[in-house]
């Protein structure tokens, strides 16, 4: 299976996905050398997405291709759909069960820039969330702040309590209560979210949902028991900083 993102992000992901079928082989793509994916412009980013995951498929002959990363998703899936016969399982800003479960009704969605603004998600929200307020935050820093935070370069409080604050708002005594994480990178920085949110909210990782979902498709296939230990592959060719490679270690890369 290969797993894709613009980063170290997807893991978040992996890691969930992996939990949940630790019999499959695993190849995590990141697409370091063109990260960040939110701030480009979509026809170069789309072009981008379709070669670097054609060479993978080539290369790696997948069953199946998770896209961790909502900006790719919600900007080259359909494309991709187009382009490739394997299965694609998709991440995109888990709108519904954010407003499902908010009691205030006023929830934000947290994303890339390119996230937030695509059509993809404002439609998701007439879909589902017509019974909510919802805010839409672009961030465009959040997911590098990421990268370096797993990098061992931890990113000071003032400047993350800055990305975050428009999550919060609060009129006619309602507050969001909950806060869905758009962005497969931002699952890394949740310790940090909670403390320094101005108030409690539930923050909606979309990982166990894209778990469950994987888990379902390859229960139509037989998946023979792996040794294999899973394996990534950096598009920049460079070798990841120490705290980054005993991260991966942590996660059984080899
Ligand atoms: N991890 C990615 C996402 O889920 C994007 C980060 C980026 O490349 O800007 O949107």
């Given at each position: 299976m290969l797993i894709f993102d613009s980063g170290v992000g997807g893991?978040?992901?992996?890691?969930?996905?992996?939990?949940?079928?630790?019999?499959?082989?695993?190849i995590y793509i990141a697409d370091d050398a063109g990260f960040p994916y939110g701030n480009q412009p979509e026809d170069k980013l789309i072009a981008r997405i379709v070669n670097v995951i054609g060479d993978a498929i080539a290369e790696h002959r997948p069953d199946l291709v998770v896209i961790?990363?909502?900006?790719?998703?919600?900007?080259?899936?359909?494309?991709?759909?187009?382009?490739?016969t394997v299965p694609f399982v998709g991440t995109v800003p888990a709108i519904k069960p954010a407003c499902a479960q908010s009691q205030s009704k006023r929830?934000?969605?947290?994303?890339?820039?390119?996230?937030?603004?695509?059509?993809?998600?404002?439609?998701?929200?007439?879909?589902?969330?017509?019974?909510?307020?919802?805010?839409?935050v672009g961030s465009p820093r959040l997911a590098t702040i990421a990268e370096l935070e797993l990098s061992g370069l931890p990113v000071a409080d003032a400047d993350i309590a800055a990305e975050i604050a428009p999550c919060f708002v609060e009129t006619d005594n309602r507050r969001t209560d909950t806060v869905v994480l758009a962005c497969t990178h931002y699952p890394l920085l949740t310790a940090r979210f909670r403390a320094l949110a101005p108030w409690p909210v539930a923050w909606i990782d979309p990982a166990p949902a894209i778990a469950r979902r994987v888990n379902d498709l390859l229960h139509e296939w037989k998946t023979a028991a792996l040794e294999a230990p899973p394996l990534i592959v950096f598009t920049s060719g460079r070798s990841p900083p120490a705290p980054l490679a005993a991260a991966l270690r942590g996660l059984g890369f080899s």
């Open positions: 893991l978040t992901v992996f890691r969930e996905v992996a939990a949940a079928r630790p019999d499959a082989r695993y961790a990363c909502n900006t790719a998703s919600v900007i080259a899936l359909a494309e991709l759909r187009k382009c490739y929830i934000a969605v947290l994303g890339t820039q390119a996230t937030v603004s695509r059509e993809y998600t404002r439609a998701l929200i007439r879909e589902f969330a017509a019974s909510c307020d919802v805010v839409l």
